[in-house]
């Protein structure tokens, strides 16, 4: 049963077209993330809620924005993507924080490419 | 700002036998936890051990097991009797105590030789 579920599993969008990935969770988590994954690199934190409270890295673009219209979902919109966005973007979830008692559910991923 | 360092891209073991994946990290943070994620093809991030910074004993989860060395800075993740299903890449990940934030390493790639 999934849990943490991720749509599409791929993206295509063209260059400076719009594109919206969407994230939803059946665990009533409070905590939603959205990591950047490009090609052999690690998975970067680009933001996360806390239940409704936003909270951006500061290394994240502005061409970058979040969504969290109730619990269960969470967007992630790129306004303008660029041939660097390319990348696989994962959602993940958590009660609370990350902690000795808490881990992070994440989804399968969305592979996004741009052309 | 806290990174981890994972200085060994690929990995290559025999079925059943033992492999050993390193990982270092620096903070100037007493608490913290450390942790190794398995993503295989699938995609999808597993967490397959963590260890809390305070606790001296090292981590256990049947094959796999852990290797801290506080003042070292090192975190190695041991994968014992090592199966097919354990091929995937595998990754160090650091978080401040009561923190949000996930930080990882660049990744393993762990293959596995029938």
């Known amino acids: 049963d999934a849990m943490v579920i991720q749509n599409p599993r791929y993206q295509v969008t063209q260059f400076g077209k719009p594109v919206t990935l969407s994230c939803s969770q059946t665990?009533?988590?409070?905590?939603m993330y959205w990591y950047q994954q490009k090609s052999s690199q690690a998975p970067k934190l680009l933001f996360h809620y806390y239940d409704k409270d936003f909270n951006n890295e500061a290394d994240t673009p502005d061409n970058f924005q979040s969504r969290r219209p109730n619990t269960s979902f969470c967007f992630l919109d790129i306004r303008s993507p660029g041939l660097g966005d390319a990348a696989m973007y994962l959602c993940a979830t958590s009660r609370t924080g990350v902690d000795a008692n808490e881990k992070l559910f994440f989804g399968s991923g969305t592979q996004l490419s741009v052309l | 700002a806290q990174t981890v360092t994972q200085s060994q891209p690929e990995m290559s073991v025999q079925e059943a036998e033992t492999v050993t994946l390193s990982c270092t990290y620096d903070?100037?943070?007493?608490?913290?936890?450390l942790f190794w994620y398995k993503q295989p093809p699938s995609r999808q991030m597993i967490l397959v051990i963590r260890q809390e910074a305070y606790k001296q004993q090292n981590a256990t989860e049947n094959r796999f097991s852990v290797n801290f060395q506080k003042a070292a800075k090192s975190f190695s993740l041991k994968i014992s009797d090592s199966q097919l299903g354990d091929a995937a890449m595998y990754f160090c990940?650091?978080?401040?105590?009561?923190?949000?934030?996930?930080?990882f390493g660049a990744g393993t790639t762990v293959t596995v030789r029938a």
């Open positions: 990940a650091f978080s401040r105590s009561n923190d949000y934030k996930l930080s």
């Open positions: 903070t100037s943070e007493s608490d913290y936890y």
């Open positions: 665990l009533n988590h409070n905590v």
